[in-house]
């Protein structure tokens, strides 16, 4: 099955993406008694395709949006959702660090706020995350702050 979507011209992604769908449909079947657990266990010996090691294309690189098409949208969004973005682009900070930024996570003790996220993706490799908040940045939180009741709560919210 898995060479099949390779010869139908599937990315080495999506071809993972989907024998991993199969295989969690073989355990939810297995756990159902629905099939022989063996049938799933022998599942769970498939590999995924490895990067560069495989016929199965490889896809092109997802780039970052242009900046022409950011600043054509900012206009038309909500003022939350406009400073959500403007944050993002200014700090690099990832979508679900923004999301997440409450006013207890900053450090304004400085000229440059620090923001360290509770939770981040290299969390659970024991790795430190600090977002670095300049001027342009602070001056996007700023209208946030002053109305945020709740330090604990979410400012993008």
């Known amino acids: 099955v898995r060479q099949r979507m390779v010869d139908g011209g599937l990315s080495r992604p999506v071809v993972n993406a989907r024998v991993g769908r199969i295989k969690r449909v073989f355990k939810w079947a297995a756990s159902e008694e629905l099939i022989p657990f063996e049938a799933y266990s022998r599942l769970t010996a498939v590999p995924g395709l490895g990067k560069g090691r495989t016929p199965a294309r490889e896809p092109d690189p997802v780039g970052p949006v242009d900046d022409a098409a950011v600043d054509a949208t900012l206009p038309h969004l909500p003022p939350a959702v406009r400073a959500l973005v403007e944050f993002q682009r200014l700090t690099g900070c990832r979508p679900g660090e923004a999301v997440r930024l409450r006013p207890c996570d900053l450090d304004r003790s400085g000229p440059v706020w620090v923001y360290a996220p509770e939770r981040h993706k290299g969390v659970w490799r024991g790795k430190d995350r600090r ?27």
């Open 131 to 157: 977002v670095r908040v300049g001027p342009k940045g602070q001056a996007v939180l700023a209208p946030l702050l002053a109305v945020a009741a709740d330090p604990a709560a979410p400012l993008f919210s």
